[in-house]
């Protein structure tokens, strides 16, 4: 399955893929036609590989953010119009794992949100937030709680609220797994997609993942 065109997102934020409809508020994100992007002047703050290889670099600005995906794609946000450019054509299902799970969250921690890397399960009114590095097992255990009566809200993305009591809310409300993780849970394919590389899963009614804090 395929995110909506029009995914609502952490803090009521709504997010456009490419082709949606025009959404009335501006200051909405939105996918938009491809177009050269230029990185500004200045050091980029580096995202490194457990290998220390950097694979991904991005320039925060009061007007735009630029992330360089290494050897992949340069994206610009443009903070007022919410236009997000890509600079070159991608595969659908690159550029929504890009969009969402990667440029999203710099977004909303550019919005001042204090984000982290998790997933969110919760049950009875409370939740738990786990959290790790990629492939430490963060969307397996989700998954497995989401199988024994919890309701899932992210696998990969949480903001973090000072609140009392405290709370958290997934980035975005998705689920995905590795094919392996899928074979380990007992997992049919059949109900989900691949995005890059991972099964997207989905759900009905109360088995589906929610965006809710």
Same mark, same amino acid.
């Given at each position: 399955?395929?995110?909506?065109p029009?995914?609502a997102?952490s ?6 893929q490419?082709? $949606? &409809? ?8 939105r *996918?938009g ?5 230029t990185?500004?002047? %200045?050091?980029p703050?580096?995202?490194?590989? @457990?290998?220390e290889a950097?694979?991904?670099?991005h320039w925060?600005?009061?007007? =735009?953010?630029? !992330? ?8 610009e946000?443009?903070?007022?119009s919410? !236009?997000v /450019?890509? #600079?070159?054509?991608?595969?659908? &299902?690159? &550029?929504e794992?890009?969009?969402f #799970? ?9 919005r001042?949100?204090l984000v *982290?890397? %998790?997933a969110? *399960?919760?049950?009875? %009114?409370?939740g738990a937030?786990?959290?790790?590095? @990629?492939?430490?097992?963060? @969307?397996?255990? $989700?998954?497995?709680a989401?199988?024994?009566?919890? /309701? !899932?809200?992210? #696998?990969d993305?949480?903001v ?6 405290p709370a ?11 094919p392996?993780?899928?074979?380990l849970?007992?997992i #049919?394919?059949?109900?989900? @997609? ?5 099964? =997207? ?5 109360p088995? $589906? ?5």
């Open positions: 399955m395929s995110l909506e029009v995914t997102c803090g009521g934020l709504r997010v456009a490419r082709g $949606a &409809e025009p959404l009335d508020d501006p200051a909405e994100l *996918v036609p491809v177009t050269a992007v990185p500004p002047p %200045g050091p703050v580096e995202a490194q590989r @457990s290998d950097v694979w991904r670099r925060p600005g009061e007007d =735009r953010l630029v !992330i360089d995906f290494v050897d992949l794609a340069l994206v946000v443009h903070h007022t919410g !236009i /450019t890509f #600079d070159r054509p991608l595969p659908a &299902e690159t &550029e794992h890009l969009l #799970d990667h440029v999203l969250p710099l977004v909303l921690a550019h001042g949100a *982290v890397h %998790g969110v *399960v919760s049950r009875a %009114g409370r937030v786990l959290v790790g590095s @990629s492939g430490a097992g963060k @969307s397996t255990l $989700a998954t497995f989401w199988q024994h009566g919890w /309701t !899932i809200g992210s #696998d993305g949480a973090l609220r000072a609140t009392r009591p958290a809310e997934p980035t975005y409300a998705t689920v995905r797994l590795t392996a993780s899928a074979e849970l007992g #049919d394919p059949d109900p989900g @997609s691949t995005v890059v590389g991972k099964l =997207r899963l989905s759900g009905d009614g088995r $589906a993942p929610r965006p809710d804090a």
